[in-house]
Nanobody, 126 residues
Framework: QVQLVESGGTLVQAGGSLRLSCAASGGTFSSYALGWFRQAPGKEREFVAAITRGGGSTNYADSVKGRFTISRDNAKNTLDLQMNSLKPEDTAVYYC???????????????????WGQGTQVTVSS
């Protein structure tokens, strides 16, 4: 099983940028499809972005499309989320997730993943 640790969350002003990172250990990183999810207080955990094992394909929630970019480095065992033009509604705990798969596809549901990090808080002030 892969272990995941997120970092980079902080307080940022609306319109600003932030880069989250997720470091993985304990598994064959390139065998995992990866995703970012977020959970705001009182709300369900929701999909943000996903990427295939090789990084060749990505998928984004409509709410972040054009503002966020997911990327991975299989040599460094890291997953990143570049967030630009941040809005107060982006405030949430952000989680990275991993799913071991033989397929080159993205996964967008929380139930698709069985490995989760502990989360990192992103707060966007207006």
């Amino acid at each position: 099983q892969v272990q995941l640790v997120e970092s980079g969350g902080t307080l940022v002003q609306a319109g600003g940028s932030l880069r989250l990172s997720c470091a993985a250990s304990g598994g064959t990183f390139s065998s995992y499809a990866l995703g970012w999810f977020r959970q705001a207080p009182g709300k369900e955990r929701e999909f943000v972005a996903a990427i295939t094992r090789g990084g060749g394909s990505t998928n984004y929630a409509d709410s972040v499309k054009g503002r966020f970019t997911i990327s991975r480095d299989n040599a460094k065992n890291t997953l990143d989320l570049q967030m630009n033009s941040l809005k107060p509604e982006d405030t949430a705990v952000y989680y990275c997730a991993a799913r071991n798969t033989p397929y080159s596809r993205v996964y967008v549901f929380t139930t698709d993943y069985n490995n989760w990090g502990q989360g990192t808080q992103v707060t966007v002030s207006s």
